[in-house]
């Protein structure tokens, strides 16, 4: 199955999950973009239902045209953000490039019989989804110059946020499975949770979170190019039931970075888990929508 992360069993009682992820420079400033790109690079092993203990950098970096401090403060933000995770930096690997790109290899622990995958979602399951949609519109605007400094400070806020208390949520609660969101964006990835578990998925499109700005700049245009990439890759599986306005659906196909987690829970459970991330702080997470019986093949509905 085409998990967030692969899974290596060591013992009965314990299992390794591994990860690795590595993106350009979505921010202007170093040290932030350090911590986005550590954030992202954890979440998949917290979607996993894993801890992550141990981490390696990997960077690309144009060393003659660019001036080192550069470097040192994106691998400080990285540093704060697995610090701040309890992930031990252990090593990593540079090389030259003409422009910056980083992330991480990471390594965490599971018990093998508390695997989170994506392919676990039952029908009658209801999905909840723990950060808005629409970093990437939002990036997108960014480096046209359009975006407000207090709107881009939220941006990275939430960006830098990690899923650790959602996956502890998740853990405590009880849930069927789980994925991230990132690049292939929420249609994107409902689409892979709904064909490893042979079921379809009903989105409501009106209770998705949803950045407002991300909105507006989606009206303007301001659309970055794998959007349109998972339209096209996607599009065939989805079912618009009713009208939904474009500016809406540009941003579920959007493809975001750090983006939340994706969780398949039991109906009886889905209230106790909402509950739960909204104690633990992860106060935007909602209810979006259930899964049912494909029919006869996996599809997702947005109404």
């Not at 690309?60 to 701040?84: C, H, T, W, Y």
């Not at 609660?173 to 969101?181: E, N, W």
């Not at 991300?214 to 065939?236: C, D, K, T, V």
């Not at 106790?272 to 106060?283: D, K, N, Q, Y």
């Amino acid at each position: 199955m085409n998990d967030d992360a692969g899974v290596y069993k060591l013992r009965d009682d314990l299992a390794i999950v591994e990860t690795v992820d590595m993106i350009a420079a979505i921010v202007d400033d170093p040290y932030s973009f350090g911590m986005i790109a550590a954030a992202n690079g954890l979440s998949d092993i917290y979607a996993m239902g894993g801890k992550p203990i141990t981490a390696m950098n990997i960077v690309g970096f144009p060393s003659e045209s660019m001036d080192i401090s550069v470097l040192s403060r994106i691998l400080q933000g990285a540093l704060d953000k697995l610090n701040e995770a309890g992930v031990m930096l252990v090593g990593g690997h540079s090389v030259r490039n003409d422009e910056v790109k980083f992330g991480l290899s990471v390594t965490g622990i599971i018990h093998p019989d508390k695997i989170m995958s994506k392919g676990g979602a039952k029908v009658g399951d209801r999905l909840i989804i723990t950060k808005p949609a629409g970093t990437g519109i939002l990036t997108t605007a960014l480096k046209a110059g359009m975006l407000p400094a207090d709107v881009l400070e939220r941006l990275v806020a939430q960006m830098v946020r990690l899923n650790d208390k959602a996956c502890q949520a998740m853990l405590e609660i009880g849930a069927h499975a789980c994925t991230d969101i990132t690049g292939f964006g929420l249609l994107g990835h409902a689409c892979e949770m709904a064909e490893a578990s042979g079921a379809s998925i009903e989105l409501d499109s009106k209770a998705v979170p949803i950045i407002p700005e991300s909105l507006q700049f989606a009206h303007q245009g301001l659309i970055p190019e794998g959007m349109y990439a998972n339209w096209e890759y996607r599009s065939a599986m989805i079912i618009q039931a009713g009208t939904i306005d474009e500016d809406t659906m540009s941003v579920l196909y959007d493809p975001q970075t750090s983006g939340g987690l994706l969780i398949a829970v039991a109906e009886e459970k889905a209230n106790a888990l909402l509950a739960r991330l909204h104690e633990l702080g992860v106060a935007e997470a909602a209810v979006v929508g259930r899964v049912v019986e494909a029919s006869p093949t996996s599809q997702i509905t947005v109404i």
